[in-house]
């Protein structure tokens, strides 16, 4: 009688370990990566363009300044752009910037022109629940807007449903941006 009553007691707890197990394995479906990065500078400069890694040391005075124009908090003094060439000319530059959005990450491939100007967003992995996620048109509205504009609801409308990861894209097109025009592109004139 002992064992049946332990039997019935363990019962339960393996059925709501079970459920719990099952919902962790699903939050893991909803992860999506849609690149390698192979396929993302494909995406960035095209088939065939060489593409070289090239790492920016921000100095202390820098951090301030693309802080101040981003309005975003840099986590390292250092990043790496990727330069995309074909026949020998630069065709732009990338980055790829991984985030937070709610609890999971995303991360994004940000490409400019050789002048710094957004020319493309694409999304690479998205880990939160899709629905959280804007549509790629949403991205394709941000190509050409200066640093300025990329603020929501000032320059660039919000996703329902999708607040925080718009927040967040927007936040890393900024960010991206002024590394490139104060601290790449300030250290290559020196």
Not at 160 to 176: F, I, P
């Given at each position: ?6 039997r ?7 059925v709501?370990?079970?459920t719990?197990?099952?919902?962790a394995?699903t ?10 990065k192979?396929?993302?500078?494909e995406?960035a400069?095209?088939?065939g ?8 040391f921000?100095?202390?005075e820098?951090v301030?300044?693309i ?16 330069e995309g060439r ?6 732009g ?15 994004l491939l ?8 957004l ?12 629905e ?11 190509q050409?807007?200066k ?6 609801n ?5 996703v ?17 941006m002024?590394?490139?025009?104060l601290?790449f592109?300030?250290?290559e004139?020196k």
């Open positions: 009688m002992r064992n049946n009553w332990r019935a007691m363990w019962s339960p707890l393996r709501i370990g079970c719990v197990l099952l919902i394995m939050n893991d479906v909803a992860a999506t990566i849609y690149y390698s192979d396929e993302a500078f995406k400069f095209g088939a363009a060489s593409v070289e890694a090239l790492p920016v921000l100095t202390e820098q301030a300044a802080e101040f124009k981003a309005k975003v908090k840099l986590d390292s003094q250092l990043f790496t752009f990727y074909r026949k020998g000319q630069v065709v530059y990338a980055a790829i910037e991984s985030h937070t959005v709610r609890t999971q990450a995303e991360t940000l490409v400019l022109s050789p002048q710094g100007q020319t493309k967003t694409v999304v690479l992995a998205f880990h939160e629940p899709p959280y996620q804007p549509p790629e048109r949403w991205h394709a509205k941000l050409g807007k640093i300025e504009e990329l603020v929501l000032y320059g660039v409308d919000g329902s449903g999708a607040t925080l990861s718009v927040r967040a894209a927007l936040d890393s097109a900024r960010k991206v002024a590394i490139f025009a601290g592109r300030s250290g004139e």
